[in-house]
């Protein structure tokens, strides 16, 4: 009898583990993701309804997956990786000339075209070999190390490291409630325009600030688009226009929406036809005026492309005349040996490079230091 008992015991244990064990492992389920298919009916589930039901269940979307940008100070030891690797040959091709036991006419010629294929610029290349041939020719000294310290030296002085580089996120007169900041990106099709303002949005929020992506390249339907993907992950909305629509519309309807959200920053994408300078004049100038009947536009940031060289400063030219620059971006610094073109930018505009854009990767964007730069130039460990 006991043992009877005592089977049915076991037995009963036994089942109810198996309903607890069930219960838990379909509920668990259940609570992280939506079934897609009613395999586990609940019993209580209503009639199927033979009509349409009235209105439409709401869909519940699986909350989009929203990521962490990088935090700055990562960013810019991978700068110098990435500089590094690129351009290597110019810090090593010039020290190794300047330190050989005869520093002759012919090796100043060298030298002086090591620097202008790295797109120095005249002007810089210049004051830089004058510096040098007064300290290998006057002082006699050749030594590697010293003349490391002296083309470090005379580099970062041509960046004017004093310069501000900072983004101004100061809304009107120094009041964070006046309203967000307005940053206009402008530049040439195809320098990466739409990227950095993706990458830019990232840069803020990983700061902790909350962002408004205005699509004010109209003219090409896939810039929204471009625009909307960076903004989704993230989860910084994305202002859009139908094709073709007013720029100036978009932009003023993006700073509304960062308003009324009480939003920092908003980031405003044009268009970079050069068609005519008077039409990208006039387009630039009309985006300007109508932000600026509700905010004052805190950066209008260029977007230059590090690979084409001097062309890319004859570009940089007409937008400065078409709007007023406060920063230069300098995208694709990840795929040129041609590093010296920060400083020929810089003097051509006379305004700092505040941003690069070292690669393709959703936070390869960094602020923009002198001193880390020319280290990574100047890098000779390769
Ligand atoms: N390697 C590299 N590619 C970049 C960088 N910035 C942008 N790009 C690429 O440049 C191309 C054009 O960029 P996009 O933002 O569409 O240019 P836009 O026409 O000025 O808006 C894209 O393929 C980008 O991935 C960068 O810093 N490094
Ligand atoms: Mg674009």
Redesign the pocket.
């Known amino acids: 009898m006991s043992d009877i008992a005592l089977y049915l015991t076991i037995a009963v244990a036994a089942l109810l583990f198996l309903v607890v064990a069930a219960v838990l492992l379909f509920g668990g389920r259940r609570g992280r993701r939506r079934p897609q298919l009613p395999l586990a009916a609940p019993p209580t589930s209503a009639p199927t309804p033979t009509s349409a039901p009235p209105e439409a269940p709401p869909t519940i979307e699986a909350p989009p997956v929203i990521e962490r940008p990088e935090a700055i100070g990562g960013r810019l030891v991978r700068l110098r990786a990435r500089l590094a690797g690129s351009n290597t040959v110019f810090g090593r091709s010039l020290l190794t000339l300047l330190s050989r036991s005869t520093v002759d006419a012919d090796t100043w010629e060298q030298v002086e075209a090591v620097l202008l294929t790295a797109d120095l610029g005249v002007g810089p290349t210049a004051e830089l070999l004058a510096a040098l041939e007064t300290e290998v020719k006057v002082t006699g000294n050749s030594d590697r190390q010293a003349l490391h310290t002296l083309v470090r030296r005379q580099l970062i002085g041509q960046l004017e490291p004093g310069m501000d580089r900072s983004l101004n996120l100061d809304s009107g007169n120094g009041s964070p409630a006046e309203g967000p900041a307005v940053i206009m990106v402008v530049?040439?099709?195809?320098?990466?325009?739409?990227?950095?303002c993706g990458?830019l949005a990232r840069l803020l929020v990983a700061e902790d600030r909350d962002v408004v992506l205005g699509a004010a390249?109209t003219f090409?339907a896939a810039?929204g688009e471009?625009l909307e993907t960076w903004g989704a992950r993230v989860g910084v909305p994305v202002v859009r226009g139908e094709s073709g629509a007013d720029p100036a519309s978009v932009a003023f309807e993006a700073v509304s929406v960062g308003i009324d959200g009480e939003a920092d920053v908003v980031i405003v994408?044009t268009a970079?036809r050069l068609h005519t300078k008077v039409g990208l004049m006039d387009e630039l100038g009309k985006v300007k005026r109508v932000i600026e009947k509700r905010l004052p536009v805190t950066e209008t940031l260029l977007?230059l492309?590090a690979t084409t060289g001097q062309n890319g400063l004859i570009q940089a030219r007409v937008f400065a005349e078409a709007v007023a620059i406060t920063g230069v971006v300098l995208?694709?610094?990840?795929?040129t040996a041609k590093g010296g073109i920060v400083v020929a930018v810089q003097r051509e505009l006379g305004v700092p490079v505040k941003l690069?854009?070292?690669?393709?990767g959703a936070d390869?964007?960094a602020p923009f230091d002198p001193e880390v730069f020319i280290d990574a130039l100047l890098d000779t460990a390769a």
């Open positions: 530049g040439v099709n195809g320098t990466g325009k739409t990227t950095t990458k390249d090409r810039a471009q994408d970079g977007v492309d995208t694709k610094l990840d795929g690069v854009g070292i690669g393709e390869d964007l």
